[in-house]
């Protein structure tokens, strides 16, 4: 009994440092999810009007460019996939890879070559596990996602939607994260950042709201050769916060399920150890009382 006493007691303290630990992250993940969320909003608007404007553009004029032509024909698509560097995060990377893959298996059976650029480490993983092309991948600040990342991870993109297709370059570009909705709920999805929608983008504007007029200067093709960057880095921006957002809210929740599970555990620990208590006691006065009535009928039998 005491044995078994001893192996509760040491479980007890191993969990008991374990809620700690994860008592900490979880804090720790809630504080980073409230700066990550403040930054979602500010980024929001900037790619909201960049959107429009680039929009408007493309509605009032004839120029066929990458931002807004579609290809006759598309035979090559970018995929850029957003995971994150580190786990610990319950389904938050698997949902997303999940999404890259149906995306990727849909694309191709339009008859489509898939070229996929992953951001995190997560997901960089996942391919290579399974050995399957990546044309290029990021890691590093997937946490704390910065504009002159967003940068980096646009400048292959760009140069490969105005490269043609015969010299390798793609005719749509796709990207799949994870859209922060709320502390609970964060959904993966995947979306078509080239060649830009006119129509949906029209539809989701306010009903009865006019675009502004625009005077191009030297020429409406110069015009959006200018915003195509602008566009592509915004918009990669702000999936990126997005991403780190639902990260971060996906790891408090991961995280205080993990607190929650070691209180019980430590609850069922401490009454395993209390039952072994009782019987190692029971079983030591079980014992004196045996010896002690021993004893006395040893003692009895001498005397007679």
Known sequence: MGAQLRVYKRRIRSVTATKKITKAMEMIAASRVVKAQRKVAASAPYAT???????????????????????????????????SDRGLAGAFNSNAIKAAELLTARLEAEGKEVDTYIVGRRGLAHYNFRERKVVESWSGFTDEPTYADAKKVAAPLIEAIETATEDGGVDELHIVYTEFVSMMTQNA??????????EEVAE??????????????????????????????SRIYNALLQSAASKHAATRRA????????????????????????AEITQEISEIVGGSAALADATAGSDK
């Open 255 to 278: 995280m205080k399920s993990a607190t929650d599970n070691a209180g019980d555990l430590i609850t069922t620990l401490s009454r395993l150890a209390n039952a072994a208590r009782q």
């Open 49 to 83: 009007e960049l959107t429009r404007a680039v929009t408007a553009v493309g509605t009032g004029s004839n120029t066929k460019h990458p931002l807004t032509t579609e290809a006759e024909s598309a035979t090559r698509s970018a995929v850029l996939l957003l995971t």
């Open 204 to 233: 989701e504007a306010p009903k009865g709201e006019i675009l502004p007029l625009y005077e191009f200067e030297p020429s409406a093709e110069d015009v959006l050769d200018a915003l195509l960057p602008r566009y592509v880095e």
């Open 189 to 198: 999805v995947d979306g078509r950042l080239l060649p830009l929608r006119l």
